[in-house]
């Protein structure tokens, strides 16, 4: 008589909603709470006029009411994660939908500054605590063969926020105030919480699972000083942060604590949180998912579209205020092509990814991202018009479209369901991490560009102004390139003399403003190629990623359809 083993038990098992509905309704609740999130990423920046001006604020004030945000969100995204994978993604994304309307309130009351920058360090609380769950729900409600649409559809939600927050901002700031970029997170939140309460399942996990603590510990601590070092650079221009013990090495500035140094600290902080991970009996982020090569090349790609999003949108946006003299507003209607094609075509892109091999269709997309911010450099003149941009925003949509979908759903294809959360906060977390490095390397090169183009094209312009003023005038824009210069609207005229005749001073007022026109873009130009290389970059690392086993069963019953045919046949 042969004893048989009992079954073993699943480790995860989804649960009934209290109301049950179509596992694409629960997508279109998750991405809503999703959307808020990442639009508050971006949404903020073209209200920071109107609330230095309500809260009488700083600019280190104003500049840690942004960083605060995403310093925090990026840190927790790891740790939220796992926590969603031990106690419940549904769980998770509740509290954290909940922290982030309360905290959306708070910022729309705030009386000063520091209570401003306190209710936004908050909101990024609840935004690591969502985040990760959005994708671990969409994994466990979705079968393989069908992530790929669904990914389609939450990926036109990332790119429509991406570009939407200024569009948005410049809207609610101009038509009401700048609390009410805060205020309209309150119904929407209110709305998503009663809406996932009941259609939303839980995935519960049977297994019991412990905290690691030191790993805990040590990736936010490497996270939160690497990410703090990038946001800080252009601040301290790569620098020191701290004059304590300061050496200079030939044109470095080093020391202790400098830019270079945190972001070494870091470095090895992380190192020693793989090296421990490897040997833990749970790990906070096991070395397991990497075994996977679509998932650590999707996590690359991830870090690069990222730091290509935010490192093109950046130059750009300025270019369209500073330089051509669009209000917020309107500068953000210019972007609405992207936004818009990428709504359109990510879901019919997630939709092909389970049919075909994905990595193909994320070649095309990052090769057409790039190809349409290229056309941006190259249609770019003091001459253009909002017009101007819209064929090649809409070729960059199409690539954002195209771009998303095929990603996640590569990278989450073979993640269990019981590491998904886990999962969802690495990948989140490489993407803030890039997002940062995007910002602080494209502006460290646009503002070196700028400041090398300022003294060139005033000393050029120097040339039909009085000689006795010519030096002051050209002297004017080196100080000024060399002490941070201001792109704001109507800040770009250097440090021009003083108490001149009326007709000189408007003369040189207009001038001066040439002089920044040509400088900003000749210099945004060789900025945006760093970008559109890292996405090229990116383009051709995805060729060195697996076929999925589905499109291989499909291959494989294609291949023996044509068998029985031609058998028929013969």
């Not at 960059?396 to 993640?415: I, S």
């Not at 440090?495 to 026109?517: C, D, M, R, S, T």
């Amino acid at each position: 008589m042969t004893d048989h083993a009992p079954p073993r038990k699943p480790q995860t098992s989804l649960s009934t909603p209290r109301i049950p509905v179509n596992p694409w309704i629960t997508l279109i609740v998750v991405s809503l709470g999703f959307f808020m999130i990442l639009l508050d990423t971006t949404i903020v920046n073209v209200a920071i006029p109107s609330i230095i001006t309500d809260l009488h604020a700083s600019l280190d004030q104003i500049l840690w009411v942004l960083s605060g945000y995403i310093l925090v969100y990026a840190v927790l995204l790891i740790t939220t994660g796992r926590l969603g994978d031990m106690y419940g993604p549904k769980k998770l994304f509740l509290s954290g939908l909940a922290l982030f309307t309360l905290a959306s309130a708070a910022c729309g009351l705030a009386q000063s500054p520091e209570q401003l920058i306190i209710f936004r360090v908050i909101q990024g609380v609840g935004g690591a605590l969502l985040t990760p769950q959005s994708m671990s729900i969409i994994t466990s409600i979705f079968p393989p063969e069908k992530r790929g649409a669904a990914f389609g559809v939450w990926g036109a939600v990332a790119g429509l926020a991406a570009v939407t927050g200024p569009t948005l901002g410049g809207f609610l700031t101009t038509t009401f105030s700048w609390r009410a970029i805060f205020y309209v997170n309150v119904p929407i939140g209110i709305a998503a919480i009663v809406l996932a309460t009941l259609v939303m399942p839980e995935l519960t996990n049977h297994r019991k699972h412990h905290l690691d603590i030191p790993g805990v510990a040590l990736a936010s601590s490497g996270l939160f000083i690497g990410v703090f070092a990038l946001i800080e650079s252009e601040k301290f221009n790569w620098g020191r942060i701290w004059n304590v013990g300061a050496i200079n090495i030939g044109p470095v500035e080093a020391g202790p604590v400098s830019v270079l140094s945190l972001l070494l600290l870091s470095v090895v902080i992380l190192a020693v949180f793989v090296t421990l991970e490897v040997r833990a009996d749970e790990p906070l982020l096991p070395i397991s998912l990497f075994h996977d090569r679509n998932f650590s090349i999707a996590n690359g790609v991830s870090a690069l579209v990222a730091f290509g999003m935010l490192g093109l949108f950046l130059p750009l946006s300025i270019f369209l205020q500073s330089v051509l003299g669009l209000d917020a507003l309107h500068a953000g209607f210019v972007l609405v092509p992207t936004s818009l094609t990428s709504l359109l075509i990510s879901p019919f892109a997630g939709r092909l990814t389970d049919r075909v091999n994905g990595k193909f269709i994320l070649f095309t997309g990052l090769v057409l991202f790039a190809a349409g911010m290229g056309m941006v450099v190259w249609v770019a003149s003091l001459t253009s018009t909002g017009t101007s941009f819209t064929l090649p925003l809409i070729v960059a949509g199409v690539g954002m479209g195209c771009t998303f979908a095929p990603m996640v759903t590569l990278a989450m294809r073979h993640v269990r369901p019981e590491q998904a959360g886990t999962a969802s906060g690495f990948i989140n977390t490489v993407r803030q991490v890039g997002g940062a490095v995007g910002n602080a390397v494209v502006g460290a090169v646009l503002q070196h560009q700028l400041a090398s183009e300022l003294k060139s094209q005033a000393s050029r312009a120097a040339a039909q102004l009085p000689l006795q003023i010519r030096g002051r005038f050209v002297s004017g824009f080196s100080h000024a390139a060399s002490g941070g210069f201001q792109v704001g609207r109507g800040e770009n005229s250097g440090n021009l003399p003083k108490n001149l005749p009326a007709g000189l001073a408007h003369h040189l007022q207009i001038v001066g403003h040439e002089v920044f026109q040509q400088a900003f873009l000749n210099a945004m130009k060789p900025a945006l190629l760093v970008p559109i290389t890292i996405l090229l970059v990116g383009s051709f690392s995805t060729l060195f990623m697996d076929t999925p086993p589905v499109v291989r069963q499909e291959q494989k019953q294609d291949a023996r359809g044509e068998s029985r045919i031609a058998a028929a046949g013969q």
